[in-house]
């Protein structure tokens, strides 16, 4: 016969301090668990979802895929558009996209300084990049900028500060904000963008840094790949986005890793906190749980009620865990060497997060539990 | 008795374990080469004095017919993805080249004049759309002879459009 369930739910409030000690330390474990998890989320999404299959991207030999290290001939766009075959095209525009990318100082109107991501684009831009989203304000015109939803946040500022109209300072320019632009989530997300003119103007340059193109097909990504190979008097390196993504995926594995190691850390340290708190727990009942075993309940049902105790106190620290990780993590920006993501509290993070809380409730119950039914009924019943 | 059920877990999880690994599918011995391979651009005859790549360059008109010599490699990635195409470089380059290395026979400089475009073209001379991995069962580092046309540019850049393909056996 086992215990009755309104057993173990009365013997939780019977102690209010010890139990809601034990409920904040579960909680807190749990919280942490899901912020780390969050990161990792966030970062892969961010990455995943940069990378479009149709998109190549064509960049300068040596800079090893590093856009901020490429410098390539402005005359590269024409040259790719009248040679490749299957490049998007509308009324009568090549989805050829010129770009020209730094990381630089950026100040604004409070004298706020930060690295922000520039991108000097031209009106083909958004023909290559499908996904970006005009939300508030126009597209920029001659000394203004266009900000990505997470360009604050890489700055170092917070998007109250940069509304449309404020200031910022590069490049010894200043440049008006003259809207802002999402891109679901993409690295993109987290630049400003300006007119490439003026961003070489600014920077007294004439080069660029890439070429993006939108292609039909993955023929003609093979098109542009053979074209850099043909040409090498240009120094040219061609690479789809989503290959270029990936290639960061991997550069930012250790980083992942190192998330991820220290998630079961964390759980690690729950795992003992539970055990601490259930020992405590467990050391003051022992008179009661030897007057359980005399009027006749068996060890296993005793030591399904302390696993029941534990597991609804998990259950509780859990979902609370969870509830404030979706009110208060979910979608944090956060700064990265990259750019900026948001934290991603998802399905799968709520999945790892939940299932470590309750496995803490019930580990943590069993040792204890075990060593109070070791004991013998009849010392049980004399101790103090 | 628990002796005797551990026992029996123990012989069970064994037993187990055995059985998986009778059951796991061994691999059997495949193919290399793939469906698309295309045995009409393979040499049966390695080509007689063939120009080396650095030699070719040097010396090769455009439109020449020509035999070259030389080592598949010379950048990071030397096949295109999905095309009848590759580079290939002179013997006297190292191969580790493109990949890890940095010695002076590396140098772009170097590089540059010892290095050379293949790509397989019907008769439109447009580059076929098979990597050229699967048309000619080819992998990084093969030495080969190709036979074909040579192309060059104002700019010094220099293409082969290869008929046929002798690849040396691994030495």
Known sequence: MLLPWEYGVRNLARRPVRTGLTLFALATVVTLMLVVI??????????????????ALVFSLTAEDNPENSSIPANIPDLLAATIEGVSENFGNQAVSAELFLATRVTNEAGHQGFGLIRGVTNQAPQVRRNLR????????????????????????????????????FEGESWTISGHFIADGAAFESEVWCRLEDLQLATKRQDLSLVALWLENRRSLGEVELFCKERLD???????????????????????WMAWTVVWMVAGAGIF?????????????????????????????????????????????????????????????????????RLRIDSLALMIGCGVGLFLGVAGAIPPAIKALRAEIANGLKSS | MKKLFFLLLATGVVALWGCNLSTTPTSTPTSNISQNFAPQFIAAVEPVDPFSVGAARQSAEHDQAISIEGRIGGTPQPFVNGLAA??????????????????????????????????????????????????????????????????????????????????????
Not at chain 1, 38 to 55: H, K, Q
Not at chain 1, 236 to 254: C, V
Not at chain 1, 276 to 284: C, D, K, L
Not at chain 2, 131 to 145: F, P, Q, S, Y
Request: net charge neutral; aromatic share 8%; charged share 20%.
């Open chain 1, 38 to 55: 969050g990161f990792i989320r966030g970062l892969e999404r961010s990455l995943a979802i940069s990378g479009d299959p149709n998109v």
């Open chain 2, 86 to 171: 590759f580079t290939m470089v002179d013997f006297s380059i190292p191969d580790c080249c493109g990949a890890e290395c940095t010695t002076p026979e590396c140098s772009p400089a170097e590089l540059a004049q010892n290095i050379v475009t293949v790509k397989f073209v019907d008769q439109n001379k447009k580059t076929l759309t098979v990597d050229a991995r699967e048309l000619l069962n080819l992998k990084e580092k093969d030495a080969v002879v190709i036979d074909g046309l040579v192309q060059r540019d104002q700019h010094g850049n220099f293409t082969v459009l290869a008929n046929k393909i002798f690849i040396r056996p691994n030495q």
């Open chain 1, 134 to 169: 005009l939300v508030e304000g126009q597209w920029p015109k001659a000394g203004e900028v266009l900000l990505g939803r997470l360009a604050a946040t890489k700055m170092g500022q917070t998007t109250a500060r940069l509304n449309i109209g404020d200031r910022l300072d």
């Open chain 1, 234 to 256: 240009l120094e040219l390196s061609a690479i789809s986005e989503l290959d270029y993504y990936r290639g960061l995926q991997q550069f930012y594995k250790p980083v992942r």
């Open chain 1, 273 to 341: 906190t539970g055990l601490n708190m259930m020992y405590g727990s467990v050391a003051g009942r022992i008179r009661e749980i030897a007057t359980l075993r005399a009027i006749g309940f068996r060890r296993r049902a005793v030591l399904i009620g302390l696993m029941h105790e534990g597991l609804l106190m998990a259950a509780c620290a859990t979902l609370f865990a969870g509830l404030m990780a979706v009110m208060f993590v979910d979608g944090f920006a956060v700064k990265f060497t990259m750019g900026a993501f």
